[in-house]
């Protein structure tokens, strides 16, 4: 039996609990004057906040599936990564989109965790090198559209929200680093006794 994503399904329940409470989402989202005032937790949990039901349910979806699928290859590098790619994303945007006032969506820690998939795939035997060189491909060629447009290309910002390119290709960037740095993410594992494949 697989274990349980625990880490994806814990960053789902507290982006579903900010959104529900919003309450809880203005105590997390990025906040530019808020953090310059002193709550630098803002920093990481910006990526929790959703402006949207349809915003939530588009990065809710693309992390569930390529966070539970990464963190079923290594729960403590995910864990790294989850941080890493929210602390990046959080970075990205006040240094470098400072014009942004506010910031929210789990899009640029979904990236992350889909840039890391199909990096951790190209290591692994049979059909999925191939499978994961097609989807770095495509993860390069729509993060380039967007920085070249200011667009989301797969799905829109709502209404009065400013798309983030930026805080996609942050969450590349800290995929990266993290799946490059220390060994392998999703490194096979032994089963029944026998010597992990390499």
Do not use: N
């Not at 994806?8 to 310059?36: K, N, Q, W």
Request: some cysteine; hydrophobic content about 60%.
């Amino acid at each position: 039996m697989r274990p349980f994503p625990w880490v994806t399904a814990a960053v789902l329940s507290l982006a579903l609990g900010a959104y529900l409470e919003p309450a809880l989402g203005e105590l997390l989202i990025l906040d530019r004057a808020r953090v310059a005032s002193g709550e630098a937790w803002r920093v990481l949990t910006g990526s929790l906040v959703h402006f949207s039901a349809s915003h939530l349910a588009v990065d809710a979806l693309a992390f569930g599936v390529a966070g539970a699928m990464l963190e079923r290859r290594g729960r403590a590098r995910f864990a790294t990564l989850t941080l890493a790619s929210a602390l990046a994303v959080g970075l990205a945007v006040l240094w470098l989109q400072p014009s942004l006032q506010r910031y929210a969506g789990l899009s640029g820690m979904a990236y992350a965790a889909i840039v890391a998939l199909a990096l951790v795939g190209l290591r692994e035997p049979g059909p999925m090198p191939t499978l994961s060189g097609l989807a770095l491909a495509a993860c390069v060629a729509k993060l380039a559209w967007e920085l070249s447009t200011g667009r989301m290309l797969l799905a829109g910002a709502p209404p009065g929200v400013v798309a983030v390119p930026l805080a996609h290709l942050a969450g590349a960037i800290a995929a990266v680093a993290v799946t490059g740095a220390g060994g392998r993410l999703g490194a096979a594992r032994p089963v029944a006794g026998r010597p992990a494949a390499r």
